[in-house]
């Protein structure tokens, strides 16, 4: 079940509503605005949503059959006459916001296709996905008109076993005047709760066709081998010589497709990557008519010895995920012209890392507010037709922001990229520059927001090993584990972690999950936490990682007793 997480606004009221209209047309704000919901109207502004979208002229086309549907529709069947006639309707979304069906009737209003913030602004599913937690949103917190009356709850799905959302489950009714909490909150929470335990009865099942459909397929001597559905993978010793990185990714992403491919397709939706050495031949593994994932029987190639494949992607642009590419191609883009740019994120995103990458080889100064605070070192040795990365923005003296800030004034075709931590409130000075950036800015997404990017870092996070060692690898429950970790100190934590377990592990084999820090192997709690048991258990884990995982040394810092200590971490888990 997930913890309650509404969004900060109040139920909605008629100042709410004033403060939206004069949003739209240009006027400051009163102050009793929240900030978030002011956030999420300026998010769809800058997305170039329009508030007055029109209703779709036919219904929508929905996604393919997919595993989450299949989990979802028989729960749906059962759930719906409980709302009523025409007072509630229920969206499912998939993981990209998709949605995948409505049911229920609410006269006078239509979904959208997609729910993103992207498509659609402020709304529920979005909060809920990006927060992983139940949210509402009310009336003119939306920020389309056509939603002004209607108030709406969404509670994230989580798969069974990877811990990642698979979607969304959102029910709207008309606009709730009682105040917080929705009045189908319960309602919401509780069908969640039984598309999950379908998605857990189906993963069993799932699990053991794709084990027959492997025996089936390596029966035989030295057959290459492998079977993947996304979370499990199957590799017979003779495909672990021929699965290359690159080949196992192309494999690893036909098989996550597959279930929202027609089965006829998925045989022809592997394309090996040039070089590969090998020839593959898919086969879809289906449960009740649905592609689950593939078998894949590998054929080494006669000709000689493939060249050297090409180098990976720089860190900087590693990673797969919606949230991510969408970043990366939004900095990419505007990083064309040579005015200045503004990259935002919690510390440890990438920021300066992707900055390197997007002024490519062309020598760059680089300035470091947290160590040149009033850029008296920097600014006086830059060139006009030299790039400038101005790091740690948020350090800035008073003087420094001034100087930053007449550079613009006097350059405002400066090829400047800053970077810049949110934290504490930005100073007026900070604040000028931050609102004259603005229009050409890119937020970063926090690891926590794009977990399905771990898998493709960890290679590129690991030191190259010594002649003759071989690679780290990882068990799959090493990898949940990671996978399930908040990721407070983002790529920056998660590489302290894989090359302090590279560089001192004294195992052999794949790393499990028993050799990672106490505060990634916990994991997140396993039930709803109050907000005291929020705050404690956060303080008991960076105790931990302040102290190298040590829980005598942990609890000593807290002044409780490692007794103690345990008897907490276990009451998490319950």
Known sequence: MTATDPSPAPTARPSLRLARERFLAGYPLPGDVPEEVVAAWRRARFFGVPHDLKEPAADPVRPVESTLLGAAR??????????????????????????????????????????????????????ALRTRSRAEVHGPEHFLDRWQDVSAVSVPLFGPESGHVRGTLTVVARLCTAGRPHPQAAFAEAAVAAVETELRAQAGRGERVLLDAYLRAARGPGRAVAALDGRNRLVSEAAQRLLTP????????????????????????????????????????????????????????????????????????????????????????????????????????????????????DPVQVADAARDTELGQALPAWRPDRPFLLRHAERLAQPGVAALNSLLDSHPDTRLLVTYTPGAPAGPCLQRLLDKLSARSVTLPPLRERTEDIRELLPALTPRPAPGQPPLTWTLDALRALELYPWPGNVTELAHVVRALAEHRRLSGPVRRAELPDAVREGPAARPLSPMEHAERAAILEALRRHGGNKARAAAALGIGRATLYRKLRGYRR
Do not use: Y
Request: glycine share 10%; with cysteine; hydrophobic share 45%.
């Open 74 to 127: 028989p729960v749906l069947d059962r759930v719906v006459p409980a709302l009523g006639a025409g007072g509630a309707l229920l969206v499912l979304t998939d993981e990209r916001l998709r949605v995948l069906c409505t049911a229920g009737n609410l006269s006078g209003f239509a979904t959208c296709a997609v729910l993103s913030e992207q498509e659609v602004g402020n709304n529920s599913a979005a909060l």
């Open 246 to 361: 690159e080949v196992l990714g192309v494999l690893e992403h036909t098989a996550v497709g597959a279930p929202d491919m027609d089965v006829a397709d998925v045989t022809d939706a592997a394309e090996l990557p040039e070089g590969a050495g090998c020839t593959a031949r898919i086969a879809p593994v289906r449960l009740d008519g649905r592609a689950i994932g593939i078998v894949a029987v590998l054929e080494a190639l006669d000709a000689p010895a493939p060249p050297a494949p090409a180098p990976s992607p720089p860190l900087a642009l590693t990673g797969s995920s919606v949230p991510w590419r969408h970043a990366v191609g939004q900095a990419v883009e505007l990083a064309r012209s040579p005015e200045p740019l503004l990259l935002t994120g919690e510390r440890g995103t990438g920021k300066s890392a992707l900055a390197r990458e997007l002024f490519g080889p």
